[in-house]
C-alpha cells in the first residue's frame, strides 16, 4: 500500500500536466472587506467545488472559459459569474438576497446537492469555527457540544474504555454509525468496550486518532444509510472532510486547566485517604500546525496537519462527609494522555477533469495512563507481596498508608495506541459524462495495555510494571464506482453504482507470562489491576466482504425529488443482506421542504464481538472479583447455550422539514423511528458457584479461577423514537454579526424483546442474568431523553464574544446491589440493615453554560480565551440518600457514573491562533 501511494504521488510530480482545465484563485470578503471562512464554491454543472480558508482565499478547478462559477454562503446572497479568459476572480458578497447552504457529499451521490435541498438531514460542522470556542481539542468532545442526536461520556475505571471516547448518534450503540473520511470507509478501533457506561459490548471508530486540524467540516447524516453506504450505518454516517488549503500556513496554540473546589481532593489534604495532584489540573497542553502547497498547474494541492497534545490526570472524590470515604478508588478522574501524530490530503488533476489521482491518511500515536481500583491490605492481603510470615513488603512509591493506617496500592493501566490510514484513488470522466472512481483504502489500529505501580502478588515485590498483550484491526476496502448525470430526463436524473471488496483482520496478542500467570496457589493470578491476555486468549480471525449497489436519484420536477438505493452484501462469515432506501424531499414553498424516508439496514457483528476474549477484574457488592469473557463459539460459550451471532437488522423511518422563513433564519425539525433487531450486546455475569447452571461451564470458570463469566450474544431488539430540531439565525452587518443556533434532541429508548438462548431460559434467574436490569438501565442510558444546546455570538470589527448553554437531561442508572447479580438490585439502608431500598441512582438533568472571547490582532493573530462550565456543574452524586454505606456501587467505584457533562467541572482555556 505503501509503494502504491508513493507511485501514485511521484507519478503526478513528474509528468506533464495538461489539459482542459485551469486553476482559478481568488479571495472572497463581505461589504466591508473582512474575508469569509468557509463560503462554497463550485463550478455549475461538475462535480469542481472548494471552500474559502481562513483568509478569505480560493483556489478551484474550472473546466475552460465560459463556464459559471458559484459562491454559496449562510447569510450571503448566492453569487453566480460567468468566467472569461482570467485565473483570478475576487469576490464580494452581499447580505440583501436569500442564500443555500453548502454542498454536501453525504446523503446523495449526485455532485452538488447542497445541504437544504437533501431528502435526509445533513449537520454541517465547521470545525474552524467550533473549535476556538471551546478547551476541546478531539473532535469527538466538539460534536458533543454541537450536534443534537450525538452524544459521549468520558469514562473513568473503566479499563480500556479509560483511553478512547466511544460515542452514539441518536441513541443507538458506537458501532452502528459509520464513519466515512473524505467520503472512504474509516478502520474502527481494535478496542472493545466491556466496561464503562457507554458502549457496553461495542467498538467503534477512534474520532480522536483524527487531529481536528485537519478537518475542514463534519458532516452527519442522520438517517439509516446501510442501503447507501453498508455495514454500520443504521443510526447514521459521519463523513469527515479534510482541509484543501494552498499556500498558506496556520498555527493553533492552547492551553487549558480544570479548576474544581468542590470535588478536588487537592482541596482538602487532611482526609488522608486519596490520591490528588494541584488545585488545579488536568492541565493540556496542544499544538497543531496546517499547511498546503499548490501542485502542477491545474489546481492540484497537497494539505498536511501535524498535531501534538498532553494532558494530565484529574482527581474527583466527595470530600465533604456526604459519602463515607472511597476505599474501592483512591485515585478516580480522567486519565492522563499524549498524542501526536500527522496526517495528508492531496489531489492532483492529471488531464483537467479526464483523470486525476487522489491520495489521503495520516499516523496518530496515544500513550495514555490511568488508575484502576484500589488494592486495600486488610481486605484481600492476597493481592500483596508478603514474606514467608505474611507480613507485607512495603514497595516505595506504591504501596501507600492511609490516615486510618491502612495500607494500600494504585494499579495503573497503561495503553499505547497506534492508528495508521492510508488512501490512494483514480479518477476521471469518460468522454460520455460518465464520472469514475476507483480507490483502495487501508487503515490499521493497534491497542496494548501495560500495568505500572502493581504486583503479581505471587512473584513477590517485583516486578512492578508487566506488558499485559493487546490487539489489532486491520480493514483493506476496495471501490470502484460510476455515476453520470442526466439533465434532461424531466427536472434531472442521476445513476450512481458501485463495487466494494473489504478484507478484515483481528488479532489479540497474549501478554507476558507474569502478567496473567499464578505463581503461588495461596496469592491472586496474573497482575493487580489488569491481567494479562493469555495464550488461550490469542485468535487471528479474518474475513472478507463483497458489496454492490445502484443508487437512484430523480427530480420530477424542480420541486419534487426522489430517490432510491439498493445494496447487497455477502459476508463469508454470515452470508448475504440485501437493503434498501427510498426517500423523497417536496418543496412546497421556495423556502420550505418537506422530506422524508424510510429504510432497511443491518450491522455485520465486528471480529471484535465473535473473537474477543479477557479476564478482568471488577468490583461488585464490595467485592473484587474476575470475571471472563468468552469468545463467540468457544466451548465456554457453547456450554452456555449462546448461539453464534447473526447480523443486527434493522428498519428506519423519518419524516421532517426544513424552512427558511427569513433569510437570516432557518429551522430543521425531523421525526425519527429506528427498531433494530438481534443487537450484540454484552450479556450479564454468570456466577460460578450457581449449581443451577451447566457444570461443564461451571467446572471450566473454576479451572480458570475466574467467579464470573460474559458472551456477547444478540440479545435484544430495541426501538428508538425521538426528534431532533435545529434553528439556525445568523444575521451579519457592514461590521459585526449576530449568531444563535439550538440544537435539540428529544429521544426514548424501549426494550421490545430479550432474546434469551434456549439453554439459559430455564428459570427467571438465568433469564434475568442474561441481562440483568442493571443492563438493560445502561443500554437505555446509551443517551439523555433530552438534549438541548444554545449557542449565543456576538462579533463587532475584530472582537468576538459568545456563550454556549447545554442541557443534558436525566439519566437512570442501576448499582450491582447488595448480592452484585444487578437483578432488582437492592442495599440495605443506613438507619436498618433490614430494611432495603433499590439502588438506584438519579442522574438529574444539568445546565453546563460555557462562555468565550476572541479579539483578532491582526489577519494573521488571533487570541481566544474562555471558561468551559463556568458555574462548575457536575452530575449528581451516584448513591442512594437513605443507603450512603453502600455508596461507589457503581461501574466506576467513583462518586458518579461516566454520564452527561463528565465529573472534572470548571476548565479555563486560553488559545492562539496564527496563519501565515
Known amino acids: 500500500m505503501k509503494q502504491l501511494i508513493a507511485t501514485l504521488l511521484f507519478c503526478c510530480f513528474v509528468l506533464n500536466i495538461a489539459g482542459a482545465q485551469t486553476t482559478l484563485r481568488g479571495k472572497v470578503t463581505d461589504t466591508s472587506g473582512q474575508p469569509l471562512v468557509g463560503v462554497g464554491v463550485s463550478e455549475r454543472g461538475s462535480s469542481n467545488n472548494t471552500q474559502t480558508a481562513l483568509d478569505g482565499t480560493y483556489s478551484l478547478r474550472v473546466s475552460q472559459s465560459g463556464t459559471v462559477v458559484v459562491f454559496r454562503y449562510i447569510g450571503f446572497a448566492t453569487q453566480e459569474i460567468t468566467l472569461g479568459e482570467q485565473t483570478t476572480l475576487d469576490v464580494i458578497l452581499q447580505t440583501d438576497d436569500n442564500v443555500l447552504d453548502q454542498v454536501v457529499i453525504v446523503g446523495s451521490r449526485r455532485g452538488n446537492r447542497v445541504q437544504t435541498e437533501t431528502a435526509v438531514p445533513v449537520d454541517v460542522i465547521n470545525i474552524g469555527a467550533v473549535a476556538p470556542t471551546s478547551a476541546r481539542t478531539d473532535i469527538t468532545a466538539m460534536l458533543n457540544y454541537s450536534a443534537p442526536s450525538f452524544n459521549y461520556t468520558k469514562q473513568s475505571g473503566a479499563d480500556g474504555a479509560d483511553h478512547i471516547d466511544l460515542a452514539t448518534l441518536r441513541g443507538l450503540g458506537p458501532d452502528q454509525t459509520l464513519v466515512l473520511l473524505n467520503g472512504k470507509r474509516r478502520h474502527q478501533s481494535a478496542f472493545i468496550a466491556v466496561f464503562g457506561t457507554r458502549g457496553r ?254 504486583f503479581n502478588a505471587g512473584l513477590g515485590a517485583e516486578p512492578n510494571d508487566f506488558n499485559d498483550g493487546g490487539f489489532l484491526v486491520t480493514q483493506n476496502t476496495t471501490n470502484a464506482s460510476i455515476s453520470k448525470n442526466y439533465p434532461e430526463i424531466l427536472a434531472g436524473f442521476n445513476m450512481a453504482y458501485g463495487l466494494e471488496y473489504r478484507r478484515e483482520n483481528y488479532v489479540i496478542d497474549a501478554g507476558e507470562l507474569a502478567s496473567y500467570a499464578n505463581f503461588d496457589t495461596l496469592k491472586a493470578s496474573g497482575a493487580q489491576g489488569f491481567p494479562g491476555y493469555q495464550p488461550a486468549d490469542e485468535v487471528d480471525a479474518k474475513r472478507n466482504c463483497f458489496a454492490g449497489y445502484a443508487d437512484f436519484e430523480l427530480d420530477i420536477t424542480e420541486k419534487w425529488l426522489t430517490s432510491a438505493a439498493l445494496r447487497l452484501e455477502n459476508y463469508s462469515d454470515f452470508g448475504l443482506t440485501t437493503n434498501f432506501k427510498l426517500a423523497t424531499r417536496y418543496k412546497l414553498f421556495d423556502n420550505f421542504n418537506l422530506r422524508g424516508s424510510v429504510s432497511t439496514g443491518f450491522r455485520a457483528p465486528s471480529l471484535q464481538q465473535i473473537n474477543f476474549s479477557s479476564t478482568f477484574t471488577t468490583v461488585q457488592g464490595g467485592e473484587i472479583a474476575e470475571v471472563k469473557i468468552a469468545p463467540n463459539g468457544s466451548p465456554i460459550t457453547q456450554a452456555a447455550g449462546i448461539p453464534e451471532l447473526a447480523q443486527e437488522r434493522s428498519m428506519t423511518g423519518s419524516i421532517g422539514f426544513n424552512w427558511r422563513p427569513i433569510r437570516e433564519f432557518t429551522v430543521a425539525v425531523d421525526a425519527y423511528h429506528v427498531r433494530v433487531e438481534d443487537r450484540v450486546v454484552l450479556s450479564g455475569q454468570f456466577d460460578a458457584s450457581d449449581a443451577s447452571l451447566d457444570t461443564a461451564l461451571t467446572n471450566t470458570l473454576n479451572d480458570l479461577r475466574v467467579a464470573y463469566a460474559q458472551f456477547f450474544a444478540n440479545a435484544v431488539n430495541t426501538t428508538n423514537q425521538g426528534i431532533d430540531i435545529v434553528l439556525d439565525y445568523n444575521k451579519r452587518l457592514s461590521n459585526s454579526h449576530i449568531r444563535a443556533m439550538l440544537a435539540a434532541n428529544f429521544q426514548k429508548m424501549t426494550i421490545d424483546e430479550i432474546n434469551v438462548p434456549e439453554k439459559l431460559n430455564d428459570t427467571e434467574a438465568h433469564r434475568k442474568t442474561f441481562l440483568s436490569d442493571r443492563e438493560e438501565a445502561f443500554i437505555l442510558a446509551s443517551a439523555p431523553p433530552m438534549k438541548l444546546g444554545l449557542n449565543l455570538e456576538y462579533g463587532i470589527g475584530k472582537f468576538t464574544v459568545g456563550t454556549r448553554l447545554t442541557y443534558f437531561g436525566e439519566v437512570e442508572l442501576l448499582g450491582y446491589g447488595e448480592d452484585g447479580l444487578g437483578i432488582n438490585p437492592m442495599v440495605p439502608t443506613d438507619a436498618d440493615p433490614n430494611v432495603y431500598v433499590a439502588d438506584r441512582y438519579i442522574y438529574s438533568g444539568k445546565l453546563v453554560p460555557d462562555i468565550y472571547a476572541s479579539w483578532r490582532f491582526s489577519p494573521k493573530f488571533t487570541w481566544h480565551l474562555g471558561v468551559d462550565n463556568f458555574l462548575n456543574v457536575h452530575p449528581d452524586l451516584g448513591y442512594v440518600p437513605a443507603a450512603s454505606g453502600w455508596a461507589y456501587n457503581t461501574e466506576t467505584g467513583g462518586p458518579w457514573d461516566a454520564v452527561q457533562m463528565g465529573g472534572n467541572g470548571t476548565r479555563f482555556f486560553t488559545r492562539v491562533s496564527l496563519n501565515f
Do not use: C
Not at 486547566?257 to 493540556?284: E, F, L, R, W
Not at 501535524?306 to 470515604?325: H, V, W
Open 201 to 454: 459490548g461495542n467498538s467503534g471508530t477512534d474520532l480522536g486518532a483524527i487531529p481536528f486540524a485537519a478537518i475542514d467540516r463534519v458532516e452527519i447524516l442522520r438517517d439509516g444509510a446501510s442501503a447507501q453506504y453498508g455495514s454500520d450505518a443504521i443510526a447514521g454516517v459521519i463523513n469527515l472532510v479534510m482541509k484543501e488549503n494552498v499556500n498558506k500556513a496556520s498555527l493553533d496554540l492552547g492551553y487549558s486547566s480544570y479548576s474544581d473546589g468542590k470535588y478536588n481532593p487537592a482541596q482538602k489534604t487532611d482526609i488522608g485517604q486519596y490520591v490528588y495532584g494541584n488545585k488545579m489540573d488536568g492541565g493540556m497542553f496542544n499544538a497543531a500546525a496546517n499547511f498546503g502547497l499548490a501542485l502542477g498547474s491545474q489546481g492540484g494541492f497537497v494539505n498536511m496537519t501535524l498535531n501534538f497534545a498532553n494532558s494530565e490526570k484529574t482527581y474527583r472524590q466527595e470530600i465533604d462527609g456526604t459519602l463515607p470515604t472511597n476505599i474501592y478508588r483512591r485515585a478516580h478522574g480522567d486519565a492522563s494522555m499524549r498524542t501526536f501524530g500527522g496526517m495528508f490530503n492531496a489531489d492532483i488533476p492529471i488531464k483537467g477533469d479526464r483523470l486525476g489521482v487522489y491520495a489521503f491518511g495520516g499516523f496518530n500515536r496515544r500513550e495514555s495512563d490511568a488508575y484502576a481500583f484500589t488494592r486495600n491490605f486488610s481486605a484481600r492481603p492476597d493481592r500483596f507481596p508478603t514474606d514467608e510470615n505474611g507480613n507485607l513488603i512495603e514497595v516505595d512509591g506504591i504501596i501507600q498508608t492511609a490516615s486510618d493506617g491502612e495500607k494500600y496500592y494504585n494499579p495503573r493501566i497503561l495503553a499505547e495506541i497506534d492508528d495508521f490510514s492510508a488512501a490512494a484513488g483514480v479518477k476521471g470522466t469518460t468522454e460520455g459524462g460518465w464520472m469514475w472512481d476507483v480507490s483502495h483504502v487501508f487503515g490499521q489500529n493497534t491497542f496494548n495495555f501495560f500495568g505500572e505501580g502493581t
